[in-house]
């Protein structure tokens, strides 16, 4: 078995760049993360970039304040100025929806990572930037930040050039990403007064469902597929992380074995042969984006080995789209209503 730390918006990315690399007839690389495709940019982007001012510090503090700046560390360790009230963002990361939560809406974004999100509807009038990030594209939509998940310090180095340029780290726990996100954009209350909404309505969801007959201590497992025939159970990303949420179902004890070793794990590599290991009391299927993974998932369902698991024989399966069980902030509200529907139906 192989264990993987990705998170599970990664492996969402993975999925959809599969599909690109497949149809480009490329062969799929295995990086799991964006860094390596981030750092091939688009031809004569360095050129026009390499022209644009640097954004620098001014070595002045009151200078700063008064001009509507602040200084500001990334979790790389980068310094830099940063405006105080930034109006023109540019996001580049898996957690988009974090920002419609706060109220904030991108002048930039790579469009190609909403396909097939909760939140996809709400991203008119965004510019794409593509993916990897186009440099061209960004510096033509003059931003006065622009907000990174990358880690290619050559991809800094040249956005950087462009505006002020923020490394963000969007696998952090939700309630570090928020409070940190909502700091940067200006919008700390806000970000203070979603999570505590989204704390309310957690603890009204599983209220909900343990007064529908959700009984104490019952396990789950989440469970996907990634194309070359590829399970995964996942551990702490997606909609396992709601799941195994204050108050409800219990992971598998494969799957907390799993936890205890490593808190961070986001999924896990398993065999088919091996499922009935880490299957709880009810199973959630993520339906997965290319067709081959898809055509997996079918020949799982109808297998022996599945057929013999206990919440198979229960009827306590549920399936739900790979792209609609995303980490970011505005999924998670959704799913607070979506997952009392999936086990109600």
């Given at each position: ?23 480009c007839g490329n ?189 104490p201590g019952e ?127």
């Open positions: 078995m192989r264990k993987i730390r990705q998170p599970f918006a990664g492996l969402c990315v993975i999925f959809l760049m599969s599909i690109v690399l497949l149809a062969s799929e690389k295995q990086s799991g993360g964006n860094a390596a495709d981030a750092a091939a940019t688009p031809s004569g982007s360095n050129a026009a970039v390499n022209a644009a001012p640097s954004s620098g510090t001014t070595g002045n503090a009151a200078a700063d304040t008064a001009s509507g700046m602040r200084a500001y560390t990334d979790y790389k360790g980068h310094s830099m100025e940063i405006p105080v009230q930034p109006k023109r963002v540019i996001f580049s990361g898996e957690t988009y929806g974090d920002l419609l939560a706060l109220g904030v809406q991108a002048v930039g974004y790579p469009l190609s990572m909403g396909e097939g999100q909760v939140y996809e509807d709400k991203l008119q009038g965004v510019e794409d930037v593509g993916f990897p990030i186009n440099l061209e594209k960004t510096l033509e939509l003059q931003p006065d930040l622009i907000i990174y998940a990358g880690t290619d310090e050559a991809d800094f180095e040249a956005l950087s050039k462009i505006a002020p340029t923020i490394i963000f780290n969007t696998f952090a726990p939700l309630k570090e990403r928020m409070l940190e996100l909502g700091g940067i954009l200006g919008k700390t209350k806000e970000a203070e007064a979603w999570l505590t909404r989204y704390k309310t309505g957690e603890r009204a969801m599983w209220e909900q469902l343990q007064s529908a007959g959700m009984k396990t789950a497992s989440v469970f996907t597929y990634y194309p070359g025939d590829r399970l995964f159970v996942m551990a702490a990303t997606g909609l396992s992380q709601v799941l195994y949420g204050e108050n409800g179902f219990k992971p598998a004890p494969a799957i907390q074995k799993l936890l205890d070793a490593d808190p961070d794990l986001g999924f896990q590599e398993i065999s088919m042969e091996v499922i009935g290991e880490y299957a709880g009391d009810r199973i959630f299927i993520l339906t997965p984006v290319a067709d081959e993974a898809k055509q997996s998932t079918d020949k799982l369902m109808q297998s022996k080995v599945w057929q013999s698991l206990p919440a198979v024989k229960n009827g306590q399966v549920y399936t739900q789209d790979i792209m609609k069980t995303s980490s970011d902030a505005t999924t998670r509200e959704w799913l607070l209503g979506e997952i009392p529907r999936m086990l109600n139906k």
